[in-house]
């Protein structure tokens, strides 16, 4: 069974930071593409940062670049989100999400994904 597990939301301030884990099982992180998504109260989902597992490139949505970083660990199957000088605006409930088939140039977009983790929230008062 394919499965991911994300870890470590929580309440921060403005300017805090915060790393999320999404942990995978061993088929569903070989060879595959890992990304994260957020969506806010009456918002679409929308992604956030993606890594391709081999080539190891990494893609961030324009309003987290130079403030998040993804990162994978192989010998945990764990894909990190590390998100630093955090704002109100990033308050929502963060996914990560694994395909295989997944083009660069959307990967953002949700249809590609095969699996869904149950979701992490992640509050940042002002």
């Known amino acids: 069974q394919v499965q991911l597990v994300e870890s470590g939301g929580g309440s921060v301030q403005a300017g805090g930071s915060l790393r999320l884990s999404c942990a995978a099982s061993r088929y569903t992180y070989s060879g595959s593409v890992i990304s994260w998504f957020r969506q806010a109260p009456g918002k679409e989902r929308e992604g956030v940062a993606c890594?391709?597992?081999?080539?190891?490139?990494?893609y961030y949505a324009d309003s987290v670049k130079g403030r998040f970083t993804i990162s994978q660990d192989n010998a945990k199957n764990t894909v990190y989100l590390q998100m630093n000088s955090l704002k109100p605006e990033d308050t929502a409930m963060y996914y990560c999400?694994?395909?295989?088939?997944?083009?660069?140039?959307?990967?953002?977009?949700?249809?590609?994904?095969?699996?869904w983790g149950q979701g992490t929230q992640v509050t940042v008062s002002s």
């Open positions: 890594i391709y597992r081999v080539s190891g490139s990494t």
């Open positions: 999400a694994a395909g295989f088939y997944v083009p660069s140039g959307s990967w953002s977009s949700r249809n590609d994904y095969t699996s």
